[in-house]
């Protein structure tokens, strides 16, 4: 096993792993209920962490880091039509969205 993830926010974690298991990554939540423990240990050791089979680790790390699909909407710079994040291209007047 390999760790992937780790972060304080229990909530990112799951996330994280609900993201690999979409993609069909089995993972791992460790050390999720550590933090209460926090005080006694280094904080360092208190976070939530992520696990995937050494053989999933690479493609797993690929996918965590895509850049989010959600995100604030955007507007089109060559006609201003606003476009919610999901888009990449206008669908008004076609242009793509700027990088
Ligand atoms: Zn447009």
């Given at each position: 096993m390999k760790r992937v993830y780790s972060s304080f926010n229990r909530v990112a974690v799951h996330h994280a792993r609900n993201l690999l298991e979409t993609e069909g990554i089995r993972a791992e939540v460790r050390?999720?209920?550590?933090?209460?423990?926090?005080?006694?240990?280094?904080?360092?050791?208190?976070q939530a962490e992520l696990w995937v089979r050494e053989e999933d680790a690479q493609r797993a790390q690929e996918i965590l880091r895509r850049?989010?699909?959600?995100g604030p909407d955007w507007r089109c710079g060559s006609c201003g039509e606003s476009l919610g994040p999901?888009?990449?291209?206008?669908?008004?007047?076609?242009a793509l969205r700027a990088p």
């Open positions: 050390n999720e209920f550590l933090a209460s423990a926090m005080g006694e240990l280094p904080p360092a050791e208190c850049p989010p699909p959600g999901q888009f990449t291209q206008c669908w008004n007047c076609g």
